[in-house]
């Protein structure tokens, strides 16, 4: 028995020291890698996530060298999800904000934490972008005044009705796609519907980016799974594959490029997995 405690305690001190080192990078609270690899992914869920799966074939058309969404004037202010590993709710809002200002002109802030505190899916290393939409279908959303973010936790919920409520959301598989056409479904769908969330391998390297093309360096360390918002592409041929992805982070307007970054394809499982794209048509409450 002295021998269980002992070992019991050494491992306690080991993920106090473990969690003492995460305390240097405060923008995530813990690995979130359930949350990168397909046959991972939340599979207590995966009846529900694969009921919204689509089939959206690779573009044949011609596509643009650029496109970006905030020159469209679609997207709200970035926002910061602090330590919480919040980053799926964070996208997954940032997506459903940017299509009621592309349908309605409306700048909206919607509560981030309803989804924490009401998801039954949402767990302590977080929860994906597809959950998060789900939830925003079947409950909808007050606005931030109503239930600011707290970075963590708590039993509240909205007092009131939701004040937007997501007509649709469909999950696409990239993950047996070759890469040009992981390229070009993200594009199409992302042209058609607006910006999209998806996942990505999170490197050490990638919380000092300050701007230019992210290329992770190869040696920094595996943090685990990270949710951004893709709001746009760059192809260019000087560029690792040919171009880049214009992306939105969560970790607040004074990190990147006032909050967000730029990452080349292929880079980091960036288009490797799947991504969700949300459908609004003017159905809020407010």
């Not at 799966?53 to 011609?62: E, F, R, W, Y």
């Not at 009131?160 to 997501?166: E, H, K, R, S, V």
């Not at 040009?180 to 980016?209: H, S, W």
């Not at 880079?267 to 997995?273: A, K, M, N, P, R």
């Amino acid at each position: 028995m002295k021998k269980l405690i002992v070992i019991v305690f050494a491992i306690l001190i080991t993920a106090t020291s473990i969690i003492a080192q995460q305390k240097d990078f405060p923008r995530l609270s813990g690995p979130y890698l359930s949350h990168i690899l397909p046959d991972l992914i939340c599979k207590s869920h995966r009846g529900t996530i694969y009921s919204n799966l689509v089939n959206h074939p690779a573009d044949k058309g011609n596509l643009p060298v650029r496109f970006d969404w905030r020159e469209k004037n679609i997207m709200t202010p970035v926002k910061h999800q602090m330590n919480l590993g919040s980053c799926g709710v964070f996208a997954a809002v940032a997506v459903f904000e940017s299509l009621i200002k592309k349908v309605t002109g409306k700048t909206v802030d919607l509560s981030e934490q309803q989804i924490i505190n009401g998801s039954e899916d949402f767990v302590p290393s977080g929860i994906s972008s597809v959950d998060a939409m789900k939830y925003i279908k079947q409950c909808g959303l007050v606005l931030e005044k109503h239930l600011p973010y707290k970075d963590k936790k708590t039993d509240e919920m909205p007092a009131g009705p939701p004040d937007y409520t997501l007509t649709d959301y469909h999950y696409v598989k990239t993950d047996k796609l070759e890469l040009c056409d992981k390229i070009k479904t993200i594009k199409q769908a992302l042209r058609e519907y607006g910006p999209v969330a998806t996942n990505m391998i999170f490197y050490q390297d990638l919380d000092r980016y300050k701007g230019n093309i992210y290329i992770y360096d190869g040696h920094s360390e595996e943090q685990g799974g990270h949710w951004v918002v893709i709001v746009g592409w760059q192809d260019d041929p000087d560029v690792k594959n040919g171009g880049y992805w214009i992306c939105r982070n969560s970790w607040g307007e004074k990190w990147g490029e006032n909050g967000y970054f730029n990452i080349a394809y292929g880079e980091c499982g960036i288009d490797d997995f799947w991504f969700v794209y949300g459908i609004f048509t003017n159905n809020f409450c407010s």
